[in-house]
């Protein structure tokens, strides 16, 4: 599909009221990127115990009450259920209202059909079917899970110092550069001395996953006022790149613990020395390699 119609039917969808439902609708009924098929749950599920790992690793709490908290939960809740599943008390945002019933019916099914090829194990999976009218209900009860929606990851209202873990997969990307310092220092306040916050993040322009006659770094080509024409708010891209998060991550009280770029190929390197690259992503002010940097996961710790 060329970016450019997508882009213009998110751009529809962004601007009309249920625009949100009706993206829904659209990658549920005819993209079908809606549930998520076998290969991309396990993705989804391996990108969680990578985040626990990093917690295990990584954390220096005292006292460790397995209280876990998430900005960016998305649709089908794959990733809080698999923290909930490792142990944790879960709360979990989204600045939409975005968690469909459905889909984590869908999701809990995944876990028993392939709960064999999981890299944990866990006690069997309680009210596969869910009621539509009390999924979140169910959630708490059987799962430990507190969804909460709309809500601003810049000022959560939650208390200070109450949480241990926190997680964010592939969000930031998403969340215009002026805000993310906010949530970090949002992240720091409610977290423990000794806490984690685990965060991967995609630098990918991600329309070449829909459009693959555009390369992964095709949005440097545009200033700003040209990429607004391309960025619907449903599909936001803030186009940041690594040096630029980690001159976010040193305005905040966190310690950086692990930084672990995804470097770019010979081949990578090779496409981006094709692509015109607008000033504001120029040579004089990054070098070619923070450019071709494809993604990161990052570790911080209180």
Request: positive net charge.
């Amino acid at each position: 599909m060329n970016f450019v119609y997508k882009c213009l039917l998110q751009q529809f969808f962004s601007k009309i009221p249920y625009g949100e439902h009706l993206n829904y609708l659209f990658q549920r009924r005819i993209t079908n990127s809606l549930p998520a098929s076998d290969e991309k749950f396990l993705r989804k599920v391996n990108d969680a115990f990578t985040h626990y790992g990093k917690f295990k690793e990584f954390n220096e709490l005292k006292n460790n009450g397995n209280k876990y908290y998430e900005f960016g939960a998305g649709w089908d809740l794959i990733i809080p259920i698999s923290i909930s599943l490792l142990g944790f008390e879960v709360t979990c945002i989204d600045i939409k209202y975005l968690a469909t019933p459905e889909l984590i019916q869908n999701s809990l099914g995944q876990f028993v059909k392939l709960r064999n090829k999981l890299p944990f194990e866990f006690d069997k999976i309680n009210s596969i079917s869910l009621n539509k009218d009390k999924c979140m209900e169910t959630l708490g009860k059987e799962y430990n899970i507190k969804y909460k929606a709309p809500l601003d990851a810049r000022d959560t209202g939650f208390k200070q110092e109450t949480i241990d873990f926190i997680s964010s997969s592939v969000t930031f990307e998403h969340i215009p550069g002026r805000e993310l310092l906010l949530i970090l220092n949002e992240c720091y306040r409610l977290l423990k001395r000794g806490g984690i916050l685990s965060l991967t993040i995609d630098y990918k322009d991600h329309w070449s996953y829909f459009d693959k006659n555009i390369s992964i770094y095709n949005f440097l080509r545009y200033s700003e006022k040209e990429w607004k024409r391309y960025n619907p708010s449903l599909h936001y891209q803030n186009r940041l790149r690594h040096s630029d998060y980690l001159k976010i991550i040193q305005q905040t009280c966190f310690e950086l613990v692990e930084d672990a770029p995804i470097l770019p190929t010979e081949e990578d390197i090779k496409v981006l020395k094709q692509i015109p690259l607008n000033n504001d992503f120029s040579l004089k002010t990054y070098d070619l390699h923070d450019l071709g940097i494809k993604g990161s996961h990052i570790v911080l710790r209180k």
